[in-house]
């Protein structure tokens, strides 16, 4: 088929996706996997090669999916439900005292949605914001952009949150990587937008807690000797994070012969993998947050039940995003693309920002727009030969651009503008303005780090 011809079958599966979604209000799995199919049969695939490639691109994209998110999620429901975010908050703030509260709370966020969805982690913390505004007398965006900034970097960059999980199984980058390179993109980006532009906009917009909202700490949470202890939360929350990247570095150090491949290196391995590390985590979390601090067993199923419901929207819409990079891979779309990227000079970090931002600012839902994206971007990576550095930084920047622009079609918008008191002018200076500052600059730390790696 003329490629062409290719190019703007791909153009309009976009176009259509986008249609689907924003006018038909059809939900995410179901215009992914209609768009697919759709894109298949214009390409000249048969119905039973569109099959197929459904099954195909299915199957292998929730082998890994389902596993990881879903001991994600129900790790994190745990550590939400134990207080284990509010215990780290108040260890944050007191230590770091209330004139440097902004960075406790950045590195508060920056933690905390390691494990925990970024809007249920703030709506959990904003009654210390609250308390912070109203004893200080400083504008909540003071206090609030940082904790922001810091939920929504993390949110963006590092497994096992559920968008870069994606990206990465879709692109098929390695974990362990993304998670070096996120830390080392998250956090200039959460210093630049947390507390040095929270300092700048809650002198332009002053927001005082909102009336009706305002519940001290005393009044809507638990006691404070009733929470767990702040090491206990660090250290479960870092637990995956160590066996994946412990993983990442044996696997490497076997693979150039610096270690042996023996019971010890593969024994690591295995327990670095993201399923046993997840698996490890939330067992742990489980007795030490739940069993050993009196939560009955009933309540603990409860507890994972109640975590598997949004679990299952992510898994089955990346599973879908899973399907359109096989449609693309196998209709030869994918390889039409490639041929043309190759002839060009775009980096592919930047390609994948803009098809992310683009998706992103037309829909708004992030997750849409990241899948979109990492679809697109699986088929024609082949032509650039990363390294595996190079490919984290590929779902780095997919991510950053998933983030930016949030406006009036993203339910984030209307979230932190109701919580934190604020109209739509002012949530466009403030949180639309922060997750772009977290999008614009998360591209450029992420294309100086490709130069380099």
Same mark, same amino acid.
Request: proline share 5%; aromatic share 8%.
């Given at each position: 088929?003329?490629?062409?011809?290719?190019?703007?079958?791909?153009?309009?599966?976009?176009?259509? +996706?986008?249609?689907?979604?924003?006018?038909?209000?059809?939900?995410?799995?179901?215009? +992914?996997?209609?768009?697919?199919?759709?894109?298949?049969?214009?390409?000249?695939?048969?119905?039973?090669?569109?099959?197929?490639?459904?099954?195909?691109?299915?199957?292998?994209?929730?082998?890994?999916?389902?596993?990881?998110?879903?001991?994600?999620?129900?790790?994190?429901?745990?550590?939400?439900?134990?207080?284990?975010?509010?215990?780290?908050?108040?260890?944050?703030?007191?230590?770091?005292?209330?004139?440097?509260?902004?960075?406790?709370?950045?590195?508060?966020?920056?933690?905390?949605?390691? &494990?925990?969805?970024?809007?249920?982690?703030?709506?959990?913390?904003?009654?210390?914001?609250?308390?912070?505004?109203?004893?200080?007398?400083?504008?909540?965006?003071?206090?609030?952009?940082?904790?922001?900034?810091? +939920?929504?970097?993390?949110?963006?960059?590092?497994?096992?949150?559920?968008?870069?999980?994606?990206?990465?199984?879709?692109?098929?980058?390695?974990?362990?990587?993304?998670?070096?390179?996120?830390?080392?993109?998250?956090?200039?980006?959460?210093?630049?937008?947390? &507390?040095?532009?929270?300092?700048?906009?809650?002198?332009?917009?002053?927001?005082?807690?909102?009336?009706?909202?305002?519940?001290?700490?005393?009044?809507?949470?638990?006691?404070?000797?009733?929470?767990?202890?702040?090491?206990?939360?660090?250290?479960?929350?870092?637990?995956?994070?160590?066996?994946?990247?412990?993983?990442?570095?044996?696997?490497?150090?076997?693979?150039?012969?610096?270690?042996?491949?023996?019971?010890?290196?593969?024994?690591?391995?295995?327990?670095?993998?993201?399923?046993?590390?997840?698996?490890?985590?939330?067992?742990?979390?489980?007795?030490?947050?739940?069993?050993?601090?009196?939560?009955?067993?009933?309540?603990?199923?409860?507890?994972?039940?109640?975590?598997?419901? &949004?679990?299952?929207?992510?898994? +089955?819409?990346?599973?879908?995003?899973?399907?359109?990079?096989? !449609?693309?891979?196998?209709?030869?779309?994918?390889?039409?693309?490639?041929?043309?990227?190759?002839?060009?000079?775009?980096?592919?970090?930047?390609?994948?920002?803009?098809?992310?931002?683009?998706?992103?600012?037309?829909?708004?839902?992030?997750?849409?727009?990241? !899948?979109?994206?990492?679809?697109?971007?699986?088929?024609?990576?082949?032509?650039?030969?990363?390294?595996? &550095?190079?490919?984290?930084?590929?779902?780095?920047?997919?991510?950053?651009?998933?983030?930016?622009?949030?406006?009036?079609?993203?339910?984030?918008?209307?979230?932190?503008?109701?919580?934190?008191?604020?109209?739509?002018?002012?949530?466009?200076?403030?949180?639309?303005?922060?997750?772009?500052?977290?999008?614009?600059?998360?591209?450029?730390?992420?294309?100086?780090?490709?130069?380099?790696?």
């Amino acid at each position: 088929m003329d490629p062409i011809l290719l190019v703007l079958i791909l153009v309009a599966a976009v176009a259509s +996706l986008l249609f689907l979604v924003l006018k038909l209000k059809i939900h995410a799995f179901i215009s +992914l996997m209609l768009v697919s199919i759709m894109t298949g049969y214009a390409a000249g695939m048969t119905p039973t090669d569109i099959l197929v490639s459904i099954q195909e691109g299915m199957g292998g994209t929730l082998g890994f999916i389902a596993v990881v998110v879903g001991l994600g999620a129900i790790f994190g429901k745990i550590l939400e439900y134990s207080g284990g975010a509010e215990a780290l908050a108040l260890y944050m703030i007191n230590r770091f005292g209330e004139d440097k509260a902004p960075w406790a709370l950045s590195l508060t966020g920056f933690i905390i949605a390691i &494990p925990v969805f970024l809007d249920v982690a703030f709506i959990i913390l904003v009654p210390i914001l609250y308390a912070l505004s109203r004893k200080t007398k400083k504008s909540l965006l003071f206090y609030g952009i940082p904790l922001l900034a810091g +939920l929504a970097a993390t949110h963006s960059f590092i497994p096992p949150t559920p968008g870069p999980v994606a990206v990465s199984e879709i692109i098929g980058a390695n974990l362990g990587w993304v998670i070096i390179l996120g830390f080392a993109v998250g956090i200039p980006v959460v210093i630049i937008a947390g &507390p040095l532009f929270g300092r700048y906009i809650s002198g332009k917009v002053k927001i005082q807690p909102p009336a009706g909202m305002f519940t001290s700490l005393k009044e809507n949470d638990k006691p404070r000797q009733d929470y767990p202890a702040f090491r206990l939360v660090v250290l479960l929350i870092g637990t995956p994070l160590a066996l994946i990247l412990f993983n990442t570095i044996t696997g490497a150090l076997v693979n150039t012969g610096v270690l042996p491949d023996n019971f010890l290196t593969g024994f690591i391995i295995f327990i670095g993998h993201p399923f046993s590390a997840l698996l490890i985590a939330t067992f742990l979390s489980i007795y030490l947050l739940g069993i050993r601090r009196g939560t009955t067993k009933k309540k603990l199923q409860e507890i994972s039940n109640a975590a598997l419901g &949004p679990a299952g929207i992510i898994i +089955l819409v990346t599973g879908a995003g899973g399907v359109l990079k096989q !449609i693309l891979v196998d209709s030869g779309i994918g390889d039409t693309l490639a041929q043309a990227v190759s002839t060009g000079s775009i980096n592919p970090v930047v390609l994948g920002w803009i098809i992310a931002s683009v998706v992103r600012v037309t829909q708004g839902s992030a997750t849409v727009a990241m !899948i979109t994206a990492a679809g697109i971007m699986s088929p024609i990576l082949s032509v650039f030969a990363l390294t595996q &550095p190079q490919e984290a930084l590929v779902v780095i920047s997919i991510a950053a651009g998933a983030s930016i622009l949030s406006h009036v079609n993203d339910s984030g918008f209307w979230l932190v503008g109701k919580y934190l008191g604020m109209d739509e002018k002012q949530t466009l200076q403030t949180w639309t303005m922060m997750v772009t500052i977290i999008a614009v600059s998360g591209l450029l730390f992420a294309w100086l780090l490709y130069l380099v790696v």
